[in-house]
């Protein structure tokens, strides 16, 4: 080959990468000026402060919001690192989020590419090149997906993502048996470690067995042998080691942490809230310009029964009966579409979720799609389409693909802060308690509590069922307009209701009832919740400063604690010392307060 030949060809196998590059920089180039928002809080300084790489490690090995729920350290760590280095500049993180996306996208790519030309080896001309990077652009740019690479904290998605793809691709090629199998078990367990939806990959790596198997048979029909080759079967004997390993983790991070409270549905709430789920996700992967929404209200009347949420039903009997029948018949399509359904099972309320009143979250989509857009060749090649048809589904995904940029565009905006991305929700979904109730805590993080105290009214207007965070939030706004007597019921009524908060939230909650209660005047309370603070969370910052202002000028023992963590906490107790001097001058000056006094 010559330098020129050479060169065109590097150039023209070059183009899908950057033509990618484009699409996720028009479409999300945007939230490179978004903040943290969210959930962003906790893990860049609001529950949890990294200043080291020995700090950053035990933060990332620690039970995600302290609950027996989430073991996620390589994309905690990676979180943690970014911080450490760009001193808490949120710009880094969302680039890195961008750049994830980026090879997300080209992984779609490949991985439909080669499916492709193993479906058409002896007639590829018969289907467009292009088809694989049309697939890629649709998942780089497709709105529903927009929460992933937009959001600091939905970096759990993407590196799992990222993970699971990667793995497909290795499937792939042509390595010796145990080289692959090591590879995928590799990726597997570095997969789970990013988020729990990796499980789902043996199950996808044995469909893409079947479907890599049908595209070489006259009819393509699906054989179940296989998927259960000398080849296959090694890889999933090594995935079953690494899975072990990664349980075994699991299980010494998790223990001891709070047991999760998600309620006891009825059996017809809990099939009716799995169908929803279900037609939900099939709506937003088909149609996303429509209802998407950082919120994705539940809402279970009194007297719900199966005829409450038939349209549900209806969708989803639909779906799996002809997926069914498509599986039955040996079909490819039934598999494709079978393994994009188990992609969903860990997020199909088949076990009590920990999302709240949400019945589905979009970044869940992320890697379901990325595997539907990436095995579809050898679905579509089955397809026999006129030139006419061809160019009016090629119209239409072109038409798709520049309709979403702008809506992605616009999600971006509403990403920047928590009042737009929190006003955007209301304005979507106004019956979800937990979009205003975030919106009061916004509205409280920009001081602006008259706001706060009206969205608040709205909830008690609408009769809406509260957690106990919202109590926490309106005594935090009473405290900081100075109203005492008005916190201090508030912070009762969410102590009332404490046994479903993790330790650091309800370490938090004593500690703001331990202030209030001084400022109050009331001393022995004020010692017993500082020492149920500390109790709860040795490394709850607020608290420890209490404690360095309640024994100001005594030689407190603070031994116990992490130096480091003193140290920070050290401004809190000048500001301690400030707020009791001014409320409760003598009994500060008494040391009434310090409970080692």
Known sequence: MGSDAAYRWYWRNSVPYFVIALLVTVAYGGALRNGYVWDDSYFFGNYVWVHDLKSAVKAAFDPLFGQRSYVRPIPLLMLYAEAIASGRNPAVAHAVNLVLHWGCSVLVFVIARRALTRSTPDHATAYPGYMPLLLASVFAVHPALSEAPIWISSRFDLMATLCFLSALWIAELSLRDTPRALALAALYFVGALCKESMAVFPFVLGTLALLRGSSGREGHRIEIRDAFSARELKAYSALFVAGLAYLLIRHQVLAGTDLLNLGNPSTTEWLSRVTTAVARYLQLTVLPFIGSSPHHTWVWPVDGSLATYWPAHAVTLAFLGITASLVIARRPTGWWLLAWLVAYLPVLHLVPLPIGQNVIHQRFMYLPTAMLLALAPFVLVRLRLTP???????????????????????IARVWRSDLALWTWAVRTNPDSVEARENMVWAYLEADMYKEAEDEFKQIVARKMSTSTHLAVNMGTAMYRQGEFEGAMHYYRKAEAHQEGL????????????????????????????????????????????????????????????????????????????????????????????????
């Open 388 to 410: 006419i048809a061809r160019k009016i589904v090629i119209g239409l995904m072109l038409l798709a693909i520049l309709t979403s940029i702008p809506i992605d565009r616009s």
């Open 502 to 597: 993790s330790k650091s939230f309800r370490s938090r909650l004593l500690a703001n009832l331990g202030i209030t209660s001084a400022i109050l005047g009331n001393a022995s309370d004020a010692r017993t919740y500082l020492l149920k603070a500390l109790q709860e969370n040795p490394r709850n910052q607020t608290a420890i400063g209490h404690l360095l202002g309640y024994c100001e000028g005594t030689d407190v023992d603070t031994s116990a604690f992490d130096p480091e963590d003193v140290e920070r906490a050290r401004p809190s107790g000048r500001e301690t010392v400030s707020l009791i001097i001014k409320h409760q001058p003598s009994l500060q000056s008494e040391r009434a307060f310090c409970p080692d006094h």
